[in-house]
C-alpha cells in the first residue's frame, strides 16, 4: 500500500499540488488558480486546501500575495545567495561572491557521485569547475556534479562572470527547483592544486563542505564540493 493513502486529506493535496508544479503545469511566478477552483478540482472543502497550500508556503515553493493570488515562486540571485550562500566575513557582514566557471564537461559519473546522486551504474553527470570571489579573492572553490538526464544540454560560459546563481539558472533553463540542501563540513588541509586555486600554500587549512540539492521531489539533483579559505570567511549558520 502506497503510505500516502493512510496521510491526512491535506497532505495528499499538498503532494498532489507539489507534483503538478514539479512538472510544469505552473511555471515559476505563475498564478495558481483560485483557492475555489483548486478546492473543487481536488474534492475537498478549501480550509483543508489552505492548510496544504500553508505547507507550500512554509517551503517557500509557493508565495500567497494578499489581494493577488498564490504564485509559484521563481529563483532569483537574491534570494538563491540568501538561502543557500552560508558564507560571511569575519566581522559577521554577508559576504557577496561572484562567480566564474572554468570547466564544464560531460562524463561518465565517478562512484560517489552515483552513490550520492541515486544514479544507475554508466549514468553521465555534467561536471563543472567553478572559483568564487569576494572582495576580488579567490575565496572557494567548487565541484559541482548534475545527472545529464535532468539538465539535457546544460551550457555555461567560461571564463567569464556568472551574471545569475546557479540555482536560478537550473530552474529557468532546466526546470529544476531545488528545494533543500543537505551539507557535511570538515577541516582540511588544501591539497596543492586547490590551495593554489585559492592563492594559499599547499596544506594550508581550508573548509571542505560537501553538499546534496533536492528538488521539489526531494531528489537528489546536485551534488557540490567546496573548498573554501578561511583566513577572511567563516561559515554560518541559524538554527530555530
Do not use: C
Amino acid at each position: 500500500m502506497n503510505p500516502l493513502s493512510r496521510a491526512p486529506l491535506y497532505a495528499r493535496a499538498e503532494q498532489a499540488l507539489r507534483a503538478r508544479i514539479a512538472a510544469g503545469e505552473w511555471k515559476p511566478g505563475e498564478a495558481l488558480p483560485t483557492e475555489a477552483a483548486l478546492a473543487r478540482e481536488l474534492g475537498i472543502s478549501q480550509g483543508t486546501l489552505r492548510r496544504a497550500l500553508g505547507v507550500l508556503e512554509a517551503q517557500r515553493l509557493i508565495e500567497r500575495r494578499q489581494g493577488i493570488g498564490t504564485y509559484v515562486t521563481e529563483a532569483t540571485s537574491e534570494r538563491a545567495l540568501f538561502h543557500f550562500f552560508r558564507a560571511e566575513a569575519v566581522d559577521g557582514t554577508r559576504a557577496t561572491p561572484t562567480s566564474l566557471l572554468h570547466r564544464l564537461d560531460t562524463r561518465a559519473a565517478r562512484p560517489d557521485e552515483l552513490r550520492a546522486l541515486h544514479l544507475a551504474k554508466g549514468a553521465r553527470v555534467h561536471r563543472l569547475f567553478r572559483r568564487r570571489f569576494v572582495g576580488g579573492l579567490s575565496s572557494i572553490v567548487e565541484e559541482i556534479a548534475l545527472p545529464a538526464a535532468l539538465f539535457p544540454g546544460f551550457h555555461l560560459p567560461l571564463g567569464v562572470e556568472l551574471s545569475d546563481e546557479l540555482y536560478v539558472h537550473y530552474q529557468r533553463h532546466h526546470g529544476i527547483t531545488v528545494m533543500r540542501v543537505e551539507e557535511k563540513l570538515s577541516a582540511i588541509a588544501a591539497a596543492p592544486a586547490i590551495a593554489e586555486a585559492l592563492g594559499r600554500a599547499a596544506g594550508a587549512p581550508v573548509m571542505h563542505i560537501t553538499r546534496i540539492a533536492f528538488d521539489v521531489m526531494d531528489r537528489p539533483v546536485e551534488r557540490r564540493l567546496s573548498w573554501m579559505e578561511t583566513s577572511a570567511l567563516r561559515y554560518a549558520i541559524e538554527l530555530r
